[in-house]
């Protein structure tokens, strides 16, 4: 008998779980081969344990049709429907490669305001840049306009950090 799956702690665990029911898969190991991972990792993020990668959520994608901008904040289809016109599967593309860059940009960041950063906490910043890059470059963008866009982020983000500390460190001397 198969034991009851635990629920899952955040909304990306519950939406990637929903992908599986979608193909009504009750094996975690047959869906988990699909993505070239274990049935255990799997078991991790459906939970919303562990925050998948970009390649993982490219091979959502890629085996299952997945529209990754509603895995990621879980707002439009579930699947790609079609081609929409003003997007086309290269830019699709150009999206999810998109992530590496920018999740490794967020990190530098972070280390170098020596600011500790969750799991969680850096795939929402992952998803907010994601989306203002993307807002930002239009309806039809090239990969080197999106990759132009990373010095603004940098600097966007760092001066985010520079003022939530100084900001606490206001807060800790007035508290004094």
């Given at each position: 008998m198969a034991r009851k799956e635990v629920e899952p702690k955040t909304d990306l665990g519950r939406r ?27 078991a991790h993020y459906e939970r919303g344990e562990r925050v998948p990668d970009a390649e993982l959520l ?16 879980g707002h439009g289809d579930m699947f790609e429907g079609g081609q929409s016109t003003s997007t086309d ?88």
């Open positions: 990637l779980r929903a992908v599986r029911a979608a193909f009504d898969i009750d094996d975690r190991d047959v869906f988990a081969s699909r993505l070239v991972i274990s049935k255990s990792g799997l490219s091979a959502y994608h890629r085996e299952f049709g997945v529209n990754i901008s509603w895995l990621v904040t599967h290269g830019s699709h593309q150009l999206l999810i490669d998109l992530i590496n860059p920018l999740g490794r940009l967020i990190n530098k960041v972070y280390r170098d305001h020596d600011v500790r950063i969750t799991d969680d906490q850096r795939f929402a910043e992952l998803t907010r840049w994601h989306n203002n890059l993307t807002s930002r470059a239009g309806p039809s963008f090239e990969w080197n306009d999106l990759m132009s866009q990373l010095p603004w982020v940098e600097q966007s983000l760092g001066e985010e950090l520079r003022s939530k500390r100084a900001s606490a460190e206001s807060s800790k001397r007035s508290a004094s």
